[in-house]
């Protein structure tokens, strides 16, 4: 198979590393639609008929998507530097935003502003319904961070949750200290290794938290890459990116300060971007499709996508629909029994 270019290492490789080859004899949709779903307890509606329709197709990569009051979808194309608006009513496809920092996983907060993970100069942007942005912050105790991944608020506080692995990209200058090769061996925030860290930022605040430390048993020397936490607040889920779909995922106590506390292993498989619905399944996108976790760790979904996916949302006018980017090049979709959370 044929390797991924770096501009795409780190969100690609997932999908470089399950890629199929395409049969000559089945149509592009036969290459990822798929009737195969594991789905024991019906958590995919019967309408569907195993099916995934698309959306939207012809991104260079497609990710980050996000749900807006009205269900909404916002997703990026990071090579293209674009944000897209997916309108659920009309069903059509708008350009909301060139130039975007290469903004990777986003979220919608409470008053109608997109967060963005810009991973370019390794910012968190606060992009108003307008398209003007702010940053709101751009590095760890003075030091560039890796490239933020992604996001999640809490609900209850308002408080950003951030992930930051180092995935070096070609589209950072030669003089960027992150600048590398494959593997990274160094970040601005570790002298050597990866650096790889969940990062909290107060509703309100200027300065990031780091809420995982080595000392509280996490392994830096990775990449921390999906987030995702509980309507009340009190739990955040964080996964790590590894090639073959099992970089693992970790649950966390969330104290009434932002940090974490009480780290434990919750599933072997990590993977990209994640989303939960009202039953607290917890919904892992990466090389595989999506596959689901109840909150005891057993697998209940699983919807496998031949060439991957890289994050996912609830979203729709009755938050019933599950949005996917995966594979890479499209937007698509799948009718649910259960709703999302994330949806303000």
Known sequence: ?????????????????????????????????????????????????GKLDTLASDFGFSEGP???????????????????????????????KQGTGRSNGMAFDKNGYLIACADMNGELWKIAPNGNQTVLVNNYNGKLLNGPNDVWINPVTGGLYITDPIFPRDYWTLTDPRRQGWEPTHSEQATTGKGGHVYYLAQGARALVRVTSEAAGWDANSWPNGVVGTPDGKKLYVNKWAGNNMGGTWVFDVNADGTLSNMKKFNDMGGDGMSMDEKGNIYISNGLGITAFDPAGTKVLGIPIKGGATNNVFGGTDNKTLFITGPSNKLTSVKMNVKGVEKF
């Open 1 to 49: 198979m044929k390797k991924k270019s770096l501009l795409f290492i780190g969100m690609a490789s997932l999908i470089a590393f399950n890629a199929c080859k395409k049969d000559n004899n089945q149509t592009d949709e036969e290459q990822y639609v798929t009737s195969d779903i594991f789905d024991p307890g019906r958590l995919v509606a019967a309408a569907a008929k």
């Open 66 to 96: 996000a749900v807006d009051k009205e269900g909404n979808i916002y997703f990026t194309d990071q090579p293209f530097d674009k944000i897209f608006r997916w309108d659920v009513n009309s069903k059509t496809l708008s350009l909301f």
